[in-house]
């Protein structure tokens, strides 16, 4: 149980074009996901909180119009990179809050390495 | 707000020896603690957790974890590494009430034939 999947696994796109990353939670409920990404050996930076039929809450310095996100079911989330650009290239990965949780656990999707070319 | 320290970038071991990857935390509140292993190119998975009871937590793979209030620590530990546990390995923690999870910086496990 509990397993999160994200698609795609990979993706190449070109500089100005914009992607679009799901987020599902395949056997259980998910209120809350969240966005994190990550550089080449280094820890996990949390982007945004997404809350289902709400607007995502930001951490300080993300984008919101750069990367949208969209929690339009209780097992669905979707990060869009806009405009995308060399920089945004990286590591993403997803997590899931199952809902209801005693103890608010998070399960990880097993990510989606974005390359803009 | 809640942190982690990983002091270590990278921890070399060989393969039948007794693993140890260290982890201090820092919260205001209770900890609820985590560790996760990361292979390259995948996601998180879930190897154990502290949340309340007893100190010593086991979790999967063998992997088990001792939570120590008075030195803020959260060890991960294994009594004989197989070179199939090399991968990035992260502590995190949350505090009670608040739903964000902080990350250390990971330590790479080597184990060596």
């Known amino acids: 149980g509990a397993v999160v999947s994200q698609h795609p696994s990979r993706v190449i796109c070109k500089s100005g074009t914009s992607v679009k990353i799901e987020c599902r939670s395949l056997?259980?409920?998910?209120?809350?996901m969240f966005w994190y990404r990550q550089f080449p050996k280094q820890s996990l930076m949390l982007m945004a909180t997404?809350?289902?039929?709400?607007?995502?809450?930001?951490e300080q310095g993300v984008e919101k119009d750069k990367f949208l996100i969209n929690h339009a079911s209780l097992t669905l989330s979707t990060l869009t990179v806009t405009s995308a650009h060399p920089e945004d290239s990286s590591f993403y990965i997803c997590?899931?809050?199952?809902?209801?949780?005693?103890?608010?656990?998070?399960?990880f999707g097993p990510g989606t390495r974005l390359t803009v070319l | 707000a809640q942190s982690v320290a990983q002091p270590e970038d990278q921890v070399n071991v060989a393969e039948g020896n007794p693993l140890t990857v260290k982890c201090t935390y820092s919260?205001?509140?209770?900890?609820?603690l985590f560790w996760y292993v990361q292979y390259p190119n995948r996601g998180l998975q879930f190897l154990l957790k502290?949340?309340?009871?007893?100190?010593l937590v086991k979790g999967s793979y063998g992997f088990e974890a001792e939570f120590n209030k008075s030195q803020t620590s959260f060890h991960l530990k294994k009594p004989s590494a197989l070179v199939s546990d090399s991968a990035l390995y992260f502590c995190?923690?949350?505090?009670?009430?608040?739903?964000?999870?902080?990350f250390g910086k990971g330590n790479q496990v080597v184990v060596i034939p």
């Open positions: 919260v205001s509140g209770n900890p609820y």
């Open positions: 056997d259980f409920q998910a209120t809350t």
């Open positions: 995190a923690v949350r505090e009670g009430g608040n739903n964000r999870l902080a």
């Open positions: 997404s809350n289902e039929g709400s607007k995502a809450t930001y």
């Open positions: 502290y949340i309340t009871g007893d100190n």
């Open positions: 997590s899931a809050q199952p809902t209801p949780s005693s103890y608010n656990e998070q399960f």
